[in-house]
């Protein structure tokens, strides 16, 4: 279905012909939204005005339907990771992560978007993380070029997210730190999402943040390096939640204490201030702790000797270093 309407619609230039195409692609999807969605996702990148059209189209009539189908198949498509060779399976998960942001322009779909929001921003943010440094092949399409780019394409998603879910003031300080440059940084991705996270915690009150918190505890120890290392970048920042707290300590310390022999220095200083944002959390005294004082005082300080020999010319090293010695060492290890 995906090659007829595309091609029916990209020689159709009359408005009502292009309504009776567009009908009929609503009819077929209403009995066979998966097999439609999982066609378009084949469509050329980047998106030309019909093949987003469509999107639009498929979108309305799960808003009419009532249905999360469509999210379903796109969501488990931005949860792979690209191929980086020859093949189609190359751009799937980027072309999902276009079609989302078609979707998400559609207003009747609120609702459904808001069930699916932690899912799809974690999913968004790894997906930044494996596009660094990829690029589409060739295109006929001309687009901005921070849109060729696969990331591009990707960070476009996750703003439009971010203001699908009413977060324009949350929106305006990553722009203003400028969060979105160091969000597409293979250096400084990390930092880019962590400071999403913080821009994000003044609204993390609600239930919704506490499904995000929940969902990245058993993420922190699944997948590859990229998703590792995004998934804990905003873990840490969420560790300043209140309803943090509520974890339990396998869940929180045991897994940053794990983290600290992280064989990636950037893992461990991300693990060193999750630590130290525990150990400011009122009734939690992580330093007199026995069953944990020796582990925490033996990886800490191995990873304080390691990071002044080894890792001197590592600015993220070096940054974390310099604010736990300065801030946090005593807090942290009773010293």
Not at 38 to 55: H, I, Q, V
Not at 137 to 151: F, G, N, Y
Not at 171 to 198: C, M, N, P
Request: some cysteine.
């Amino acid at each position: 279905p995906q090659g007829i309407c595309h091609s029916q619609l990209r020689a159709i230039h009359h408005s009502h012909a292009r309504q009776v195409v567009m009908m009929a692609l609503c009819l077929l999807a209403r009995a066979f939204m998966e097999e439609v969605s999982t066609a378009l996702l084949k469509c050329p990148l980047p998106l030309d005005r019909d093949a987003a059209g469509m999107w639009r189209t498929l979108a309305n009539t799960e808003a009419i339907c009532h249905s999360h189908r469509l999210l379903d198949v796109l969501l488990k498509e931005l949860q792979e990771r690209p191929s980086t060779s020859e093949d189609r399976a190359f751009i799937i998960p980027l072309a999902a992560a276009s079609a989302l942001c078609e979707v998400l322009s559609v207003s009747m779909c609120t609702r459904t978007v808001t069930r699916f929001y932690p899912h799809l921003l974690m999913a968004l943010l790894v997906q930044v993380h494996y596009t660094i440094g990829l690029s589409l092949p060739d295109t006929s399409v001309k687009q901005a070029p921070s849109l060729t780019l696969p990331h591009g394409c990707v960070v476009k998603t996750v703003k439009t997210l971010l203001l699908k879910m009413g977060c324009h003031y949350e929106f305006t300080s990553v722009e203003k730190e400028g969060g979105w440059a160091l969000l597409t940084s293979s250096e400084e991705h990390h930092r880019g999402v962590g400071l999403l996270g913080i821009c994000l915690l003044p609204q993390s009150h609600g239930p919704l943040f506490l499904r995000i918190l929940y969902l990245l505890v058993p993420f922190l120890e699944r997948g590859d390096k990229q998703h590792k290392l995004t998934v804990m970048a905003f873990f840490v920042e969420l560790l300043h939640m209140p309803q943090a707290k509520r974890l339990p300590e396998k869940y929180s310390v045991l897994r940053l204490l794990k983290g600290l022999t992280d064989p990636d220095p950037v893992i461990r200083a991300l693990c060193v201030k999750g630590l130290i944002t525990m150990a400011d959390w009122p009734g939690v005294k992580v330093h007199k702790r026995p069953d944990f004082t020796g582990e925490i005082r033996f990886h800490g300080l191995a990873l304080l000797i390691g990071y002044l020999t080894l890792h001197t010319r590592d600015r993220v090293g070096n940054k974390f270093l310099h604010y736990w010695i300065k801030c946090n060492l005593r807090a942290v290890y009773g010293l």
